[in-house]
């Protein structure tokens, strides 16, 4: 009969651990196992001899993992920009969590071990160095940071805008004409006018229209095209006529 006495009892623990204690009292325990290594456990279970030598039955433990190594993560090749994102490659020693510090943002929340491409967003137009990406692990082990360096985004097109259009009716092949853009870059034209020039720089610029024979010119348009190849939306040149060369 259970006289109602906590006996100090003498617990094992048995297989590749061993506890923080090696007595118990009746109730509740709480216990750590202690010197061990990084693995899979899986075959752990205690059992508890009282002070006249009657050993319980085998409490199983259930199975665990320890793991103290930090993953890494790792660059591969080169990144690219595509408009306000940043393509990269990335090599994780394991499988885990992506964490994101800095003015960034990345579309891949979790990656298998090995290599994966993820797409990094950043907030607008300009240069980013604080951008980090870590990988963390199952058992929450961080990696070192991988640092994208300096990201410079140029994702807005350029504007257009007439400033002195053609008059309406002049007697020369090559009329002036002026225009303002936000961006310097490439000129490009469609209709029947063609620009003397083929670059432009941003504020104002005046260049020369170069048509072929006499009549109405009301389908000429350009555009600009900047070094991140960004495309302007197309300019109506104002329609004019050529009336011929005087």
Do not use: W
């Amino acid at each position: 009969m259970d006289s109602g006495v906590q006996r100090p009892v003498q617990s094992v623990t048995r297989e590749t651990v061993s506890g923080s204690t090696k007595n118990a009292i009746k109730g509740d325990h709480h216990i750590l196992f202690v010197t061990m290594v990084e693995g899979n456990y899986d075959n752990c279970a205690i059992q508890v001899t009282d002070s006249e030598g009657n050993t319980s039955d085998s409490l199983q433990v259930p199975s665990f993992r320890v793991d103290f190594s930090a993953p890494k993560l790792s660059q591969v090749g080169d990144f690219k920009v595509q408009g306000r994102k940043v393509k990269i490659k990335i090599k994780g020693s394991e499988a885990g969590s992506l964490v994101y510090s800095g003015n960034c943002s990345g579309d891949l929340e979790h990656m298998k071990q090995g290599k994966s491409e993820v797409l990094i967003g950043f907030p607008g137009d300009g240069q980013y160095s604080d951008c980090e990406v870590y990988l963390r692990d199952a058992s929450g082990n961080m990696s070192l940071p991988l640092a994208l360096g300096t990201v410079r985004i140029n994702a807005t097109p350029p504007v257009l805008a007439e400033i002195k259009p053609v008059p309406e009716k002049i007697q020369t092949y090559r009329p002036s004409y002026s225009f303002k853009t936000s961006k310097s870059g490439t000129l490009n034209f469609s209709g029947k006018c063609r620009g003397n020039v083929d670059k432009a720089v941003a504020g104002i610029n005046h260049i020369a229209l170069l048509t072929t024979e006499a009549g109405t010119y009301d389908d000429c348009t350009m555009t600009l095209t900047d070094s991140s190849n960004n495309r302007s939306q197309p300019l109506k040149i104002s329609p004019f006529v050529v009336e011929g060369q005087s």
